[in-house]
C-alpha cells in the first residue's frame, strides 16, 4: 500500500528536483503539497509548485501557501543561489488559475487528523511550529516527519555554523525538536554534511540528457544557475541537490545511516541557526532526532534517475564510472 505523504517545500531548484523524485515513486502517494517562505517568497514559491507539477503532468495534486514570513525575524530569501524567479532564472511558463483558499496548516491538521500520513520538509519549519501552536493533536499524528535540514559534522552555507533552513527560521525549528523531545518522537534529520556528498556533475547531467532528452533539457535549464553559482562560491564543478536526498531516505532509509541523539537549536547571537547535536550524551536528555551521517551517492544516483527517467536501475550501467570514488556508506 502506498505510503501517503505531504511534502512542504521552498522551491527553490533543489526542491523542485525533489518533488520530481518524490511523483515518480510508485511507493509514495503525494496528496499535498504546502508552501514556506524560504529559498523564494511564499507566492513565488506556490508559482514555481505549480510549474514543475505542470511539467510532472500532475496538476491533480493541491498546493497550500503557508507561512510568508519566519516567527521571529525578518524573512531573507535564498534568490542568490536559486536565480531571480527560484527556479535558475528558467522562466518557464506561469500556470493560471489553480489557487486554493485554505492555507497550509489548516490542510496539514485536517489531513493529519484523518489517518496515517508522514510529512517531507525540505524548508523552514515554520508551517509545523504554527501547527504545533494550533492543533499539537495534528502534529503529532505524523507519522514520520523527515526534515532537510541543520547540520552536523560541516560548516553551514549561510554562517559558519548554520545551515540555510534552519537559520531562517530557528525559533520554529527550536519549536518542532523541543516538541519531539516532550513526545518521546523523532524528527530525521538530513544534514547539509550529508546532502553535500550529494552532487549533480555536468557528467551525470550529460547522462541524463542521453538517457531521456526532455528531462535532461529540463533539468539542465533550472540547474544552470545552480551550477555557475556553486562554482562560483565553491570551486565546485557540479551542483549539490540536497532536497532530493531526503526523499531518497524517506523511500529508502538503507540510502543513508545515522544515529539518535538529543539536538538544540541556537536562536540568537553568531551562532543562530547552528544545531548542537549531543552525540556524546553529556546532557543525558531523550533523543529527539535521528541524525543523519552518511550516504551512499551510487545508491542515490541509482535510485534518482531510475525515478525520474523511469528506468530500472540495471539499465543504468555506467553510473557507477560516473560517480568516481566518492564513498558511500560504511
Known amino acids: 500500500m502506498k505510503k501517503r505523504v505531504i511534502i512542504d517545500c521552498d522551491p527553490g531548484i533543489d526542491d523542485s528536483l525533489a518533488l520530481m523524485m518524490a511523483l515518480s515513486s510508485d511507493a509514495i502517494d503525494v496528496i499535498g503539497i504546502t508552501i514556506v517562505c524560504g529559498n523564494s517568497p511564499i507566492d513565488m514559491g506556490f508559482e514555481n509548485a505549480k510549474k514543475i507539477l505542470h511539467h510532472m503532468g500532475r496538476l491533480d495534486i493541491p498546493i497550500y501557501k503557508g507561512a510568508d514570513r519566519p516567527l521571529a525575524k525578518e524573512y ?3 534568490l542568490d543561489t536559486h536565480g531571480e524567479d527560484g527556479l535558475g532564472e528558467s522562466f518557464l511558463e506561469e500556470i493560471a488559475g489553480y489557487d ?5 496548516v489548516s ?4 489531513i493529519l487528523h484523518q489517518g496515517p500520513c508522514s510529512v517531507i520538509a525540505l524548508g523552514p519549519l515554520t508551517n509545523f511550529a504554527q501547527l504545533i501552536q494550533e492543533d499539537e493533536k495534528a502534529f503529532d499524528a505524523i507519522e514520520r516527519l523527515v526534515s532537510m535540514g541543520g547540520t552536523y559534522r560541516s560548516h553551514g552555507n549561510c554562517s559558519p555554523v548554520a545551515e540555510y533552513n534552519y537559520w531562517e527560521d530557528p525559533e520554529a525549528a527550536e519549536i518542532v525538536y523541543r516538541h519531539m523531545e516532550q513526545t518521546g518522537k523523532q524528527i530525521e534529520m538530513v544534514g547539509l554534511d550529508v546532502t553535500r556528498q550529494i552532487v549533480l556533475t555536468p557528467d551525470l547531467l ?11 533539457a529540463f533539468i539542465r535549464k533550472i540547474t544552470k544557475f545552480y551550477f555557475d553559482f556553486h562554482w562560483s562560491q565553491e570551486h565546485l564543478i557540479g551542483c549539490v541537490i540536497n532536497d532530493p ?3 531518497a531516505y524517506f523511500l529508502d532509509p538503507a540510502v543513508c545511516a545515522g544515529f539518535s541523539s538529543h539536538v538544540d537549536l541556537v536562536t540568537d547571537g553568531p551562532a543562530r541557526g547552528q544545531t548542537i547535536v ?3 550524551d553529556f546532557y543525558h536528555r531523550s533523543h529527539n532526532a535521528y541524525v543523519l551521517t552518511k550516504c551512499d551517492p551510487l545508491a542515490f544516483f541509482q535510485m534518482f534517475l531510475a ?4 528506468k530500472e536501475k540495471e539499465s543504468l550501467d555506467l553510473l557507477e564510472n560516473l560517480i568516481g570514488d566518492r564513498k558511500g556508506i560504511s
Not at 100 to 104: G, R, S, Y
Not at 107 to 110: G, I
Request: net charge negative; no cysteine.
Open 100 to 104: 486554493t483558499h485554505e492555507q497550509a
Open 278 to 280: 549531543d552525540a556524546f
Open 206 to 216: 550529460s547522462y541524463i540528457e542521453r538517457l531521456d532528452e526532455r528531462q535532461g
Open 107 to 110: 490542510f496539514l491538521a485536517r
Open 245 to 247: 536526498l531526503a526523499v
Open 76 to 78: 531573507v530569501n535564498a
Open 307 to 310: 525515478l525520474i527517467l523511469h
